[in-house]
């Protein structure tokens, strides 16, 4: 019983360990140009931010840990293609071909619409959110956001 397990599994790691290094290969390259990955980021709230407002450091790790996360989130985008495709050679052998004609339109229908979903909420969604986040209150508190606060709350929305 566990022999025709045996090579499912030792496929099943050599995809892990190839989406693993796309990962790893992907943060440092990422980590290395992080500010213009982080520039992108801020495009968005910087748009509705009040004149003479900027983004702020509140602890003195923040920048780092803000430069950690700014590059895991674009290594994970920037490998999805990777990471579907070695999903797809591990699970395609184990497919008739009937559902593998049903499984392609719908894997690729689904990453167009998550891809039209992110560009929507990059362009319209969030500086729609932030305006509305900048813009309450803001005649009795200063707004002055934390560069982790915002990179954070960015990456669940996009």
Not at 93 to 114: C, D, H, Q, R, W
């Amino acid at each position: 019983m566990f022999q025709d397990l045996k090579p499912h599994l030792a496929d099943l790691q050599k995809r892990l360990i190839i989406i693993s290094l796309t990962l790893v290969v992907m943060f440092f390259i990422c980590f290395a140009y992080y500010e213009p990955i982080l520039k992108w980021m801020l495009f968005p709230i910087e748009s509705v931010l009040p004149a003479g407002s900027k983004m702020v450091a509140i602890e003195l790790q923040e920048t780092f840990f803000t430069a950690i996360m700014v590059s895991m989130f674009a290594a994970f985008f920037i490998s999805l293609p990777v990471i579907f495709w070695q999903l797809w050679l591990f699970l395609a052998p184990g497919l008739y071909s009937n559902e593998k004609k049903i499984l392609v339109p719908f894997v690729i229908g689904a990453t167009v619409m998550f891809s039209m979903g992110a560009v929507f909420s990059y362009y319209v969604v969030v500086p729609l959110g932030f305006a509305f986040l900048v813009d309450f209150g803001s005649t009795v508190v200063s707004v002055m956001p934390s560069i982790g606060a915002y990179v954070s709350f960015f990456i669940k929305i996009v």
